[in-house]
């Protein structure tokens, strides 16, 4: 992969709700990956109060990878999305990387997406199950059905230019999130199909990754029927305003 400054710093904030089992596990994966690839890394982990015990793992994982881990506790379910905002306040890196800690994201990908970055200077690189040889394992029809009508759908409205629009796993330039925070007035499950959105309305240049999304190993989904109808209302809101 191309060369990284010495002086990059790569933030993956992680979002956590009851993921006690899997926490470990991405954390251990996140340090080979960086570490194998020479990348200096830190994680932010935000958790909106687990009362499955998460947040003392947690602070177990801070004492093994130390200096790289770091814990932000919330109180109470507070949203994905607030929980991205809330994590970049904390980080220290000019790059930020955003993800699941479910395995759905496999920190594998890390690397091609930082040269992807590298290569063609984007402002973000998005990780795609629905271009190249990406794709979407462990999922039953119904719910594979949802998701890549849930894209086409908000493609057919918007004209994004961007063939994931509601995949969580993306590198974005600091500086270029930040501001995307301050325009972007989406906070819940429509919050990254906002923010690509906006990004392509204002100029931003975005690459794709193709990646392999695999459904969660431990705990249970946190898609419902709420998330799903919001999604459509955030879509003809976006399609109003852009």
């Given at each position: 992969?191309a060369?990284?400054?010495?002086?990059?710093?790569?933030?993956?904030?992680?979002?956590?709700?009851?993921?006690?089992?899997?926490?470990?596990?991405?954390?251990?994966?996140l340090n080979?990956t960086?570490?194998d690839?020479?990348?200096?890394w830190?994680?932010?982990?935000?958790?909106?109060?687990?009362?499955?015990?998460?947040?003392?793992?947690?602070?177990?994982?801070?004492k093994?990878?130390?200096?790289?881990?770091?814990?932000?506790?919330?109180?109470?379910?507070?949203?994905?999305?607030?929980?991205?905002?809330?994590?970049?306040?904390f980080?220290?890196?000019?790059?930020?990387?955003i993800?699941?800690?479910?395995?759905s994201h496999?920190?594998?990908f890390?690397?091609?997406?930082i040269?992807?970055?590298l290569a063609?200077?984007?402002d973000?690189?998005?990780g795609?199950?629905?271009?190249?040889?990406?794709?979407?394992?462990?999922?039953?029809?119904k719910?594979?059905?949802?998701?890549?009508?849930?894209?086409?759908?908000?493609?057919t409205?918007?004209?994004?230019?961007?063939?994931?629009l509601?995949?969580?796993?993306r590198?974005?330039?600091?500086?270029?999130?930040?501001?995307?925070?301050?325009?972007?007035?989406a906070?819940?499950?429509?919050?990254q199909?906002?923010?690509a959105?906006?990004?392509?309305?204002?100029?931003?240049?975005?690459g794709?990754v193709?990646?392999?999304?695999?459904?969660?190993?431990?705990?249970?989904?946190k898609?419902g029927?709420?998330e799903?109808?919001e999604?459509?209302?955030?879509?003809?809101?976006?399609?109003?305003?852009?």
């Amino acid at each position: 992969m191309a060369k990284s400054s010495k002086k990059d710093l790569y933030s993956v904030i992680l979002p956590t709700f009851n993921e006690r089992q899997n926490l470990p596990i991405i954390t251990w994966l996140l340090n080979r990956t960086f570490t194998d690839h020479n990348l200096d890394w830190e994680l932010v982990i935000v958790d909106d109060g687990s009362p499955d015990g998460t947040q003392d793992v947690a602070k177990q994982l801070i004492k093994a990878y130390a200096p790289h881990v770091q814990l932000q506790a919330r109180t109470g379910k507070l949203g994905l999305g607030t929980a991205y905002v809330h994590g970049l306040k904390f980080a220290k890196g000019n790059y930020i990387i955003i993800m699941d800690a479910d395995f759905s994201h496999h920190p594998k990908f890390i690397p091609q997406m930082i040269a992807k970055q590298l290569a063609g200077d984007y402002d973000i690189v998005t990780g795609t199950r629905y271009a190249g040889d990406g794709g979407v394992y462990g999922w039953d029809l119904k719910r594979k059905l949802t998701s890549k009508g849930a894209n086409i759908f908000a493609d057919t409205v918007l004209r994004p230019g961007v063939s994931d629009l509601t995949g969580s796993f993306r590198l974005y330039k600091r500086s270029v999130l930040e501001k995307l925070f301050e325009t972007t007035d989406a906070r819940g499950f429509t919050m990254q199909m906002a923010l690509a959105v906006t990004a392509k309305a204002t100029g931003l240049s975005i690459g794709e990754v193709p990646i392999s999304f695999v459904d969660r190993v431990y705990g249970d989904s946190k898609l419902g029927g709420e998330e799903i109808v919001e999604y459509a209302k955030g879509v003809l809101q976006l399609w109003w305003t852009t």
